[in-house]
């Protein structure tokens, strides 16, 4: 006998019908649901297990795995606070105070009357105009006192979203900075032209002479991914733009697809051009939701023009069209391949590698994964040629790279830099005076000390997928650590062990020398954990997640020191007093039965 409710047809069969029932579209139904009904109710997870014919726990565990869908009612308003270090040095704690106090509301408490919610949420890619949150995931940027109190009462107004003062939205692109990609103009379909032109292997040849590496973190040649997936047997291949954005202090991405999106577009389809793929997909993180119109808006013209669809710009068979996918919360999707499983419509947990995406990646089709940025500036080779675009940068890094800056800085946002440039010239050009540290990279990068401002961004020397932090010299680098700890902690997908227990027990030693009972014993404990999360974790999140306590606690040891208890060594925890029941119960109080002591 069929559980659905009588309604359920009627609100989710216009949603099934724009995914075509397809259970691959499992994420974008389930935000369509939650959009429509606030949160995703059991009744509409019974409908749409009978209609996509899926395990009822299948859908039950995507609701679970990802931080943006609720099965459960979390009020008509969605208040969620970006928890960034950056916003908390812009002081969101006492925002968020603020407002529980005015509903007196805890923490991630329903109010009563099904109003509101209101909790923290990682970062949300607005650190260069933080404190943000996002309401119903439409962010709010600069936030003061007065903003929160405006929010207020525009909730207790019952206001609806629609009608809120546009400037509340106001999201800046912030741009500080050009060099060939930002200043450079191009008419929609120019650098298509030249690529089809070149034909895809001259293409390729462009992209290989250019010696161009990925913009997504790990610094991969774009020619040779390209190729591999080009060369595969299998005829059915993707091409997946990540958009994911999730590492704290990164916000290049979201600038270019706000302001350069058809670049993005374009590059995505010389891409598949080349390695011979129909279909492109973005996958955009949920935290940047707002554009997802005016993306769609930008597909269609660009539809209209022949520039995607079938026989492109009159190439006969010559046939891509781009869809975007949203994400729902949850940084591991950036890893390339949770990120195709969250696109089939499951948790987004990362595979086991071999086989690669190229050659086993979206529907087990040969899969080419590229960040926004490395996309964008696919143009630019395509227009230019590899050998121009090589002159740029360093030999073994060409080209420039986009930096999203932010902390103490007088001038937050988006730089460009030819690869090469120092740490001390980027920190003179925002205006960062009295830099004590720079975290490049994000959480998961590195953090250096003011003796390391020489050194310069470059795949040779610090790479960086293109976040840089800055930190005053009257901040105190432990928290900085522990604000990143608690957001591994917080997206570590758990699926492997030393990830799942590793980072939980880093962030409660922090908290135990936050609180001043720390010893000796816990900063040992600290380094233990940082080289087991870095050797035996599954993927890239947990083989990061100690670094920033690991840089810290090797440049910035005195802000740990003088929050512990002893500094001796001295165990925190006594085990053979823990073992004194297990003693009593098995009769032995012999010296056997004790530890640490000699027979
Ligand atoms: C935990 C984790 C998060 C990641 N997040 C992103 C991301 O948000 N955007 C991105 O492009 N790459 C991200 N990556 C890297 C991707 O796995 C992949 O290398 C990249 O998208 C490839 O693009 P590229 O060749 O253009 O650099 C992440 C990797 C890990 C381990
Ligand atoms: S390292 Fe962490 S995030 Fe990566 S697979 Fe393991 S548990 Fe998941």
């Known amino acids: 006998m069929s559980r659905v409710n009588s309604s359920a047809s009627e609100v989710l069969d216009p949603i099934l019908e724009r995914y075509s029932r397809n259970p691959n579209h499992l994420m974008q139904i389930l935000r369509e649901t939650q959009e429509r009904l606030d949160f995703i109710p059991d009744w509409a997870v019974d409908y749409l297990a009978e209609v996509l014919v899926l395990p009822h726990a299948q859908i039950q565990s995507v609701i679970g795995f990802y931080a943006f869908f609720f099965g459960s009612p979390r009020g008509k308003y969605r208040i969620l606070f970006s928890d960034n270090v950056t916003d908390r040095m812009q002081g969101n704690t006492a925002l968020l105070s603020r407002m529980l106090s005015r509903f007196s509301l805890a923490q991630g408490q329903v109010a009563g009357d099904g109003l509101l919610s209101i909790d923290t949420t990682s970062c949300t890619g607005m650190c260069d105009q933080g404190p943000a949150l996002l309401v119903n995931n439409y962010p709010v940027t600069r936030l003061t006192s007065q903003r929160i109190d405006q929010i207020c009462e525009l909730i207790k107004k019952q206001t609806p979203l629609t009608q809120w ?39 390729l040849a462009e992209m290989k002479a250019s010696n161009f590496r990925g913009r997504g973190g790990a610094g991969f040649t774009t020619g040779v991914k390209w190729e591999a997936c080009r060369n595969t047997a299998e005829k059915t291949r993707y091409l997946v733009c990540n958009a994911d954005e999730g590492e704290p202090g990164t916000f290049k991405d979201r600038v270019l697809l706000a302001s350069f999106a058809e670049r993005v577009f374009e590059g995505m389809t010389i891409a598949g051009y080349v390695i011979g793929a129909a279909k492109g997909l973005i996958y955009l993180r949920a935290e940047y939701r707002y554009m997802l119109e005016q993306l769609e808006a930008a597909l269609e013209a660009r539809r209209k023009a022949k520039l995607l669809g079938q026989n492109i710009l009159g190439q006969q068979g010559f046939d891509f069209d781009i869809e975007i996918h949203m994400g729902a919360g949850a940084y591991v999707c950036g890893e390339e391949t949770a990120l195709i499983e969250s696109l089939e419509g499951k948790p987004g947990r990362p595979r086991i590698r071999p086989p690669f995406p190229v050659t086993h990646g979206y529907l087990g089709k040969p899969t080419v994964v590229n960040n926004v940025e490395t996309l964008a500036k696919v143009t630019l080779i395509a227009q230019n040629g590899g050998a121009w675009y090589r002159g740029l940068g360093t030999r073994l890094s060409t080209g420039t790279k986009l930096l999203s800056i932010s902390g103490d800085c007088d001038r937050p946002g988006i730089y460009e830099y030819s690869f090469g440039v120092r740490i001390a010239q980027i920190l003179e050009d925002c205006g960062a005076r009295n830099a004590m540290a720079v975290q490049v990279g994000g959480a998961a990068g590195t953090c250096l000390a003011r003796h390391e401002f020489g050194r310069k961004i470059a795949f040779e020397d610090v790479s960086t997928s293109g976040a840089l932090m800055v930190f005053g010299n009257h901040r105190d680098m432990f928290e900085v650590a522990r604000n990143f700890a608690h957001f591994f902690e917080h997206e570590s997908c758990g699926f492997c062990t030393p990830c799942r227990v590793g980072t939980t027990m880093m962030c409660n030693i922090l908290d135990k020398i936050a609180n001043g ?30 670094r920033p306590v690991n840089d810290t606690l090797q440049k910035f040891r005195p802000s740990y020191d003088r929050r512990l208890a002893q500094k001796d060594f001295e165990p925190a925890f006594d085990l053979d007093a823990a073992l004194a029941e297990a003693r009593e119960i098995t009769a032995r109080d012999d010296v056997d039965a004790h530890l640490g002591t000699e027979a």
Do not use: W
Not at 519 to 531: F, I, P
């Open 165 to 203: 003062p546009a400037e509340l939205f106001l999201v800046e692109d912030n741009i500080r900075r050009k060099d060939v990609l930002l200043s450079t103009e191009m008419t929609n379909g120019e650098a298509l032209k030249r690529a089809i032109e070149l034909g895809p292997q001259g293409m």
């Open 517 to 546: 009972n720390g010893t000796a014993y816990e900063m040992n404990e600290l380094s233990r954990l940082h080289q087991l999360l870095s050797t035996a974790s599954h993927c890239g999140l947990g083989q990061s997640a100690g």
